[in-house]
């Protein structure tokens, strides 16, 4: 399965309809395998935060916004920039941005377990994770993705509702809800994810992404 751009998804959307985005920050600094924060404190960079501007200047201004993070700052600063695109003063910095703990560690179970994940080969130790439905340091698969899809519907009130997120959390629902894969060579990229559209007909979900291509290779 392909990624949506999320611009041809917009002309797609109709009035009386309810859009939830699950996405991942924009680019960031290189982590490095020296970070003893693991990445934590890293932000965007210059092309991030043009990418998440961009993003936001795609979105109709008819229609109420809201904005979510995970405490992570470069989950806030995309979300910020999102909404400084759209031109939503009341969300255009990431002090104005609601923090969600749920879209930082959600499906984490153990930390400890989690913090051995992050230093030993952490993205494979993902891909094993999506592939058998569980790992010593998360949540299952498939109960943790439905919990926390109702989560986020149960907090978009508005037409757009935005949720900045990591890949960590962001591929396993990928994985459950529409079975897409990916490897070490093809993993998702920045500002893809999830959208969920809301109608009166029932929920539609698809893979999405705010840039040329949702994965990116190594």
């Not at 400084?84 to 969300?91: I, L, Q, S, V, Y």
């Not at 913090?115 to 494979?124: D, M, R, S």
Request: glycine share 6%; aromatic share 14%.
């Amino acid at each position: 399965m392909n990624f949506i751009r999320i611009v041809d998804l917009i002309s797609d959307v109709k009035k009386q309809d309810k859009v939830v985005f699950l996405l991942r920050h924009a680019e960031r600094r290189h982590i490095t395998k020296e970070d003893a924060q693991f990445g934590a404190n890293v932000g965007l960079t210059e092309e991030g935060k043009s990418q998440a501007f961009k993003l936001g200047s795609l979105f109709p201004t008819i229609g109420e916004a809201s904005y979510f993070s995970s405490p992570v700052g470069r989950c806030k600063e995309t979300a910020a920039y999102i909404a400084k695109g759209r031109g939503d003063t009341d969300f255009n910095s990431p002090e104005k941005i609601e923090v969600m703990d749920a879209l930082g560690n959600f499906f984490v179970k153990d930390y400890d377990s989690y913090a051995e994940a992050l230093k030993n080969k952490f993205y494979q130790q993902l891909l094993d994770y999506m592939k058998n439905g569980e790992h010593p340091a998360f949540l299952p698969v498939k109960e943790t993705a439905e919990e926390f899809l109702n989560i986020m519907l149960e907090k978009s009130y508005d037409q757009w509702n935005f949720f900045l997120s990591h890949d960590a959390w962001i591929i396993p629902c990928l994985s459950h809800f529409l079975k897409m894969e990916f490897s070490l060579n093809r993993w998702m990229n920045f500002l893809s994810g999830l959208a969920i559209v809301v109608s009166p007909s029932g929920n539609k979900l698809y893979p999405v992404t705010g840039l040329q291509d949702g994965y990116i290779n190594y």
